[in-house]
């Protein structure tokens, strides 16, 4: 799969409140392309995650 297609993966499974999975696809679109949007995505659910749920999310 190319980055944009693990972007919008990505994009699928956090709407779907799939977090885990949702931070692996960007991670992956990440390594195929460090200027990917998915950069700007994994921080915002990063920070959405330690505000909300520090418990659950470990990385």
């Known amino acids: ?3 944009e297609e693990y972007y919008q993966q ?3 499974f956090r709407k779907q409140g ?3 999975r949702a931070l692996n696809c960007y991670n992956e679109a990440i390594s195929l392309d460090p200027n ?3 950069v700007h995505a ?3 659910l ?5 505000f909300y749920n520090k418990d659950s999310y470990n990385p």
Not at 46 to 50: G, K, M, Q, R
């Open 18 to 20: 799939d977090w885990q």
């Open 42 to 44: 994994k921080k915002m």
């Open 46 to 50: 990063d920070d959405i995650l330690e």
């Open 36 to 38: 990917s949007p998915a």
């Open 10 to 12: 990505g994009n699928a």
């Open 1 to 3: 799969m190319t980055s």
